[in-house]
């Protein structure tokens, strides 16, 4: 008897919550080694310790807001190949996810107090994207992980010298995020107009500056 793979909109609602729930909550697994788990871990004063929590909570807040994106991008994609696609790119974010949550709780410290606040606005602002068609929904990609790159190099330069857990983490999450906008540009996105660019720019850095602290 062929089992019935059909899904109610309501499964997909308790599917989409539950997973929500689990992003904001920081639980996530990992399918790659942590990069950090084999770099010295130097001892870091009081201070390097609270601003390297800072960076990769930042980091981890991306991440959250990675999550949200792409699950809703995918939801609301117009094609099969496309929401495999952005199911497949989710995925391999939640590696980074659980690596920042990690290194976060190996400084001491926790994820932002605000992470529902940012996984929704990325959500909306992912299922708009997905709304007006695949070719812009790759764009948005293009131009996120054009940001996403620019604040890993940023990072890489504002931590500590001898924080070697954090430069190796942030360091993997720098190729795998330019691999994500090169396979988004691959499959024939659109550029991103530029008010909708300097929009993205002006609300990431609302987004980072907040979450440093909080």
């Not at 599917?15 to 990069?35: E, I, Q, T, W």
């Not at 500590?160 to 993997?172: F, L």
Request: proline share 5%.
């Amino acid at each position: 008897m062929v089992a019935n793979r059909f899904i109610s909109p309501l499964d997909h609602l308790i599917v989409g919550f539950d997973k929500a729930l689990r992003v904001v909550g920081g639980v996530a697994s990992m399918s790659r080694p942590n990069p950090g788990a084999h770099a010295v871990d130097c001892e870091l004063s009081d201070e390097e310790r609270r601003h390297s929590a800072g960076l990769m909570r930042v980091n981890h807040v991306g991440e959250v807001c990675a999550q949200a994106l792409y699950d809703s991008q995918a939801r609301f994609a117009q094609t099969p190949e496309m929401r495999a696609q952005f199911e497949q790119a989710g995925r391999e974010e939640e590696d980074h996810l659980a690596w920042t949550a990690q290194r976060l709780s190996e400084l001491g410290s926790q994820p932002s107090v605000l992470n529902p606040l940012w996984y929704a606005g990325a959500y909306a602002l992912g299922s708009i994207a997905a709304r007006i068609g695949d070719k812009h929904s790759l764009g948005f990609v293009v131009e996120t992980e054009r940001q996403v790159e620019a604040h890993l190099d940023s990072h890489l330069t504002m931590l500590p010298p001898q924080d070697a857990k954090s430069r190796a983490i942030v360091e993997q999450m720098r190729v795998d995020e330019v691999a994500h906008g090169a396979k988004a540009q691959a499959l024939g996105a659109s550029e991103t107009p530029l008010p909708v660019r300097m929009a993205m720019k002006a609300m990431s850095k609302v987004m980072t500056t907040t979450a440093y602290y909080v």
